[in-house]
Nanobody, 115 residues
Framework: QVQLVESGGGLVQPGGSLRLSCAASGINFVIYTMAWYRQAPGKQRELVAASTSGGSTNYVDSVKGRFTISRDNAKNTVYLQMNSLKPEDTAVYSC?????????WGQGTQVTVSS
């Protein structure tokens, strides 16, 4: 059974930081592209950051220089370090594991940036 379990969301003031974690089980983690998506109310889900099995990373333009995705293959865990958070970063953040045709999602964790 595949599970992706996110943690680390919460309420933070503008300019603050959070680190999201996603612990995966039931998959051969090292071969999967791991990614973080987010969906704000009334908006489409968007890809925030991705980390391939080969070590490449990519980010949506709006988070470049502020967010960092990393993975620990020994712990089957992917992280999203979020710095300099802005109110527009408020969303449900979801972890995704993809190795076509397999595609798995976590349950999501709420991130709210507000003073």
């Amino acid at each position: 059974q595949v599970q992706l379990v996110e943690s680390g969301g919460g309420l933070v003031q503008p300019g603050g930081s959070l680190r999201l974690s996603c612990a995966a089980s039931g998959i051969n983690f090292v071969i999967y592209t791991m990614a973080w998506y987010r969906q704000a109310p009334g908006k489409q889900r968007e890809l925030v950051a991705a980390s391939t099995s080969g070590g490449s990373t990519n980010y949506v333009d709006s988070v470049k220089g502020r967010f960092t995705i990393s993975r620990d293959n020994a712990k089957n865990t992917v992280y999203l370090q979020m710095n300099s958070l802005k109110p527009e970063d408020t969303a449900v953040y979801s972890c995704n594991a993809r190795f076509p045709p397999r595609n798995y999602w976590g349950q999501g964790t709420q991130v709210t940036v507000s003073s």
